[in-house]
Structure formats: C-alpha cells, structure tokens
C-alpha cells in the first residue's frame, strides 16, 4: 500500500526558508496526486499546494512563498518554503490519492505523519 513519510521541519527564524520532503513508496508520482496541508494548534486543517500528473495548483494564501515540485527519480515531492512568517507555525502533511488530477481537499485517501514547522525569533 501507498506510504507517505514527511520531512524536513524544524525551527527557523521569521524571513528563512525551509524544503519540506515527502518520500512516496508503493506508488510513482505518475499515479498519485500529492498535497501538502498544514494544521496549527487550534485551528482547522489547510490545503496548501498538489502536485500531479496534470496539473499543480497552489492556494493564493501561500502563492509566491511556498512552492511544491516532484523528483520522479526520488519519487519524493518536495514543498520550498520561503520567507517564513510566525503564522506558518503548524505540522505540516503530506497526502495523496491515486488519480492524475489535483482532488478536492477531503477526497486524500493516504496521509503522512506530518512533520513540525516553527517560525520563531
């Protein structure tokens, strides 16, 4: 069955930047749309960006901050975090779901553990 395990979190300063990694196993990244989400303490779950074999959609909310892209040799998708800000502060997830387009962001069948993201001076 699909896999799906996050990595790269961690602590950094407001302004730096920070490569989040979610490494698939038992599927290619031409079978799977894979989202990223992130969830801070107390509020609900974001959708923030997919990748899949037809398309690659961002939320406007991180557009131009945050961008997803896919090593096909790796079969790892990765989301480039720039110019962090406090508000980032959240686990940060990766999800998928067997198709060749984005789905909608309850549609995910597969989800990662997530990995913690803090923005902090």
């Known amino acids: 069955q699909l896999q799906l395990v996050e990595s790269g979190g961690g602590l950094v300063q407001p302004g730096g930047s920070l490569r989040l990694s979610c490494a698939v196993s038992?599927?290619?990244?031409?079978?799977?749309?894979i989202g990223w989400f992130r969830q801070a303490p107390g509020k609900e779950r974001e959708g923030l960006s997919c990748?899949?074999?037809?398309?690659?959609l961002t939320q406007y909310f991180v557009a131009g901050r945050f961008t997803i892209s896919g090593d096909n040799a790796k079969n790892t998708v990765y989301l480039q975090m720039n110019s962090l800000k406090p508000e980032d502060t959240a686990i940060y997830s990766c999800?998928?779901?067997?198709?060749?387009?984005?789905?909608?962001?309850?549609?995910?069948?597969?989800w990662g553990q997530g990995t913690q993201v803090a923005v902090s001076s």
């Open positions: 999800a998928a779901k067997r198709g060749t387009r984005c789905p909608t962001n309850w549609e995910y069948t597969y």
């Open positions: 990748t899949s074999d037809s398309e690659d």
């Open positions: 038992g599927g290619t990244l031409d079978e799977y749309a």
